[in-house]
């Protein structure tokens, strides 16, 4: 819980202040520690107050999720459906790296809600709109979904690793354990591998794969 709270003077509790508040808790103490009773004394109220505004935790959770989502617009790209899919992607992948709790909230929590629909409204549109089949587009809509989630769930997650000290250790120990006569391949392309384990030019190489493997639909 961070040390500074938010307290919320007599008569301004409001849903914009409750929502940040729950966010830097989320991205302090993670999705699975927050709680409204934490958050209640974080704002300085008691725990019914909350109520007011929001049914139950997982509603307070999906209006971050939204919250996130709608900051990022990621449903105003423009251009070829290529363009329109690459724009999307990239920005939900920022949006999952900056902040690691919204890739537990949609891990977690069905997908609903006015900013999910608007970014799947923007893919499936662009998809419809350049040719591809009612299923086609729903299945490219899930499987770049899925992908980015993926990759930035990875990323995030190496990223981690190597910020901990005794996690480099242990990934520098496990590599090196390698047998090179049960595992020749894996130990000749160590480094490559490494390399591959996010950031921007890995990102790009699988959403141009992605890509690259929509686009023949469109001649069937």
């Not at 938010?6 to 914009?16: I, Y």
């Not at 299923?135 to 993926?150: K, M, Q, S």
């Not at 490559?192 to 950031?199: D, F, M, R």
Request: overall charge neutral.
């Amino acid at each position: 819980m961070s040390d500074k709270r938010t307290r919320a003077p007599r008569n301004t509790l409001n849903p914009d202040l409750i929502v940040t508040t729950a966010l830097r808790l989320m991205t302090a103490d993670g999705v699975e520690a927050f709680s409204l009773r934490a958050l209640a004394k974080e704002l300085g109220v008691g725990p019914m107050a909350l109520y007011t505004y929001f049914r139950n935790k997982d509603e307070l959770v999906d209006a971050v999720r939204d919250h996130l989502l709608g900051a990022r617009q990621l449903s105003t790209a423009q251009g070829p459906w290529q363009h329109q899919i690459r724009s999307i992607a990239t920005g939900l992948r920022e949006l999952l790296l900056e902040h690691p709790c919204l890739l537990r909230i949609l891990a977690g929590r069905p997908l609903k809600g006015p900013e999910t629909a608007a970014a799947t409204e923007t893919v499936v549109r662009a998809l419809r709109e350049a040719g591809f089949s009612k299923e086609d587009a729903a299945r490219a809509h899930t499987t770049l979904f899925t992908f980015v989630l993926g990759a930035a769930l990875w990323e995030s997650q190496m990223n981690a690793e190597k910020q901990d000290r005794e996690g480099r250790r242990r990934l520098r120990a496990t590599m090196a354990s390698l047998s090179e006569v049960d595992y020749p391949t894996v130990v000749d392309l160590a480094g490559e591998l490494a390399a591959t384990s996010g950031g921007d030019a890995q990102f790009e190489f699988g959403l141009n794969a992605l890509i690259g493997g929509l686009e023949p639909l469109l001649d069937r």
